[in-house]
């Protein structure tokens, strides 16, 4: 749809409307499919430059004349689908009227018009007729004649141009609306996918960690408030930051990413608050900001906890007041925008080291998301295997690869210091080496540096079963809950927490694996060995 208000946003119509003014002494204007002037909408009568018209638009009787002759030349284009300058013999004045309609995909926006003018041939022939319709509206002119003597006039060949200006105009006008429809529909497109590839039904977890996480999430998408999101390195801050966005209010405004550690504090400012022309060397234009740019939007700040004190006062002011201002500026500028901050670090025990500003903690920690370490969720690790493995395949065009059930033991084992990204990591890199096997052996955790590889072996050969991933899985599972009630002394409540679920799972898993009765059979001496 074509919004007849925003015909004048493409810089070649304002400089056409420009020209036109400056030959021919006429103002071309804009009409919505009703006839309604556009400019009467915004409360602004510009006037044709002509004593008469401006005295008739200066009356009320003479207002409403003219705008039903304009409503009348609009209406009578609104059958037509092609742009053509049609020229309307008269006005209620006796003048000229041309207009040329706005169609686009066969439907009518509106018109471009002109007024307030004839053509050189019909200026003799016109001034009685026009000064007697003068007259009759009772126009106060102190020197009719004059008055006439100064309306705008255009020769035939003026009037061919001026047809093809106006159709020049709506050619413009139109592909310019194409091209921002084109973009906005793209835009709408590409924030749909981002939507659906943040859900937090897609954010792989079906540990009791993760359910907890999930729960918080859900209470603070739909709020306005601001975010601060903790967690080690690589547990996936940033995943969490951009689900919380393009599942919130601002899902079709900016999302805006600056890593905090990145840069030094001068480039840093300039990256937030943009800078003026000149404000140092090297600044040879206006640079606008990383908070302008998201606005209305949201803008996520990773590493929060490197800020410099001199750093951190610059951003509390924007919490506290929503301006800042630009490196050289002296005017603060406004924005809207809703902070999503990160950190790896424990900002809480840096403010009692004075090494982070108190008011600033509070600030940014009125809402707190706390993502758990890989190593506090071991019972995600499959799914996270299969879903990388899946996403590697997908981009290599391949079929996706399996694991071999030693290498997944292996994972268990380790301690993921890298969290998420270091598993996402070896996933690829075993897939790689690879090649065309199917099945990634654990042979190839020796090819390269693995830290996986660098944990001691241990007989692993009662997890295969055949290869069978699931059950190789099921049986580390069920060993893994078996010793660890041996060393808590059957402390569920304890294991529970160690393994990173919640006491109920435990006590499920305890019950599917029959490992209660086990350990009653062994006590009583029932079903002695074989």
């Not at 359910?211 to 306005?224: H, M």
Request: hydrophobic share 40%.
């Amino acid at each position: 749809m074509i919004d007849p208000s925003r015909f004048e946003d493409l810089l070649i119509v304002r400089k056409i409307k420009e020209k036109i003014r400056k030959w021919w002494r006429i103002e071309l204007s804009f009409a919505d499919p009703t006839g309604f002037v556009v400019d009467h909408k915004k409360g602004v009568v510009i006037p044709p430059h002509s004593k008469l018209c401006e005295a008739s638009l200066g009356c009320r009787e003479g207002f409403g004349r003219c705008n039903r002759s304009i409503e009348k030349a609009v209406r009578d284009l609104a059958d037509r689908k092609e742009t053509k300058a049609v020229l309307v013999d008269q006005c209620h004045m006796g003048l000229h009227v041309i207009a040329c309609p706005v169609v686009a995909d066969d439907k009518f926006h509106g018109a471009i018009f002109a007024c307030g003018f004839l053509g050189s041939e019909a200026k003799e022939a016109r001034r009685g007729l026009v000064l007697e319709n003068a007259a009759s509206e009772g126009l106060q002119i102190a020197q009719p004649e004059e008055a006439y003597g100064g309306i705008p006039s255009l020769s035939a060949q003026d009037m061919g141009y001026f047809k093809d200006l106006l159709e020049t105009t709506v050619e413009e006008i139109v592909e310019f609306s194409r091209t921002i429809d084109q973009k906005e529909a793209r835009i709408a497109q590409l924030s749909r996918e981002l939507g659906g590839r943040y859900q937090f039904g897609n954010i792989v977890g079906k540990s009791a960690a993760m359910q907890r996480l999930f729960a918080v999430l859900e209470k603070v998408v739909d709020s306005e408030s601001t975010v601060l999101v903790t967690g080690e390195n690589g547990t996936g801050k940033e995943l969490i930051a951009r689900a919380l966005h393009y599942n919130g209010p601002r899902k079709d405004k900016p999302f805006v990413v600056q890593n905090c550690s990145a840069l030094n504090d001068n480039l840093l400012e300039s990256e937030l608050f943009g800078h003026v022309k000149g404000s140092f060397t090297g600044a040879t234009r206006d640079k606008q900001g990383l908070f302008r740019v998201a606005h209305g939007g949201t803008f996520f700040l990773d590493e929060v906890g490197d800020m410099s004190p001199a750093m951190q006062v610059k951003l509390l002011r924007v919490l506290q007041e929503g301006t800042f201002l630009p490196v050289g500026g002296t005017k603060p500028e406004e924005v809207d925008v809703r902070i999503i901050a990160a950190t790896n670090r424990t900002l809480k025990e840096m403010v009692q080291r004075r090494e982070f500003r108190e008011d600033l903690y509070y600030r940014l920690n009125v809402i707190n998301v706390e993502v758990p370490p890989l190593r506090a969720r071991a019972e995600d690790i499959p799914l996270l295997c299969e879903y990388f493995l899946g996403h590697h395949a997908e981009k290599a065009g391949k079929a996706s690869k399996q694991l071999a059930p030693e290498i997944l033991a292996r994972f268990f084992e380790y301690g993921w210091p890298g969290n998420i990204r270091e598993l996402e990591n070896e996933i690829e890199r075993l897939v790689v080496l690879a090649g065309d096997r199917q099945l990634v052996g654990v042979d190839l955790l020796q090819s390269g540096a693995s830290h996986v590889a660098q944990l001691p072996a241990r007989d692993l050969e009662r997890y295969k079963e055949k290869g069978d991933l699931s059950a190789a899985v099921t049986a580390l599972e069920r060993e893994m809950i078996q010793q660890g009630l041996v060393a808590t002394h059957w402390n569920k409540t304890r294991l529970a927490v160690q393994l990173g679920v919640s006491r109920t799972t435990l006590i499920k898993k305890i019950k599917e694996y029959g490992i209660e009765d086990a350990a009653t059979a062994a006590e009583t001496g029932e079903g002695g060995a074989h």
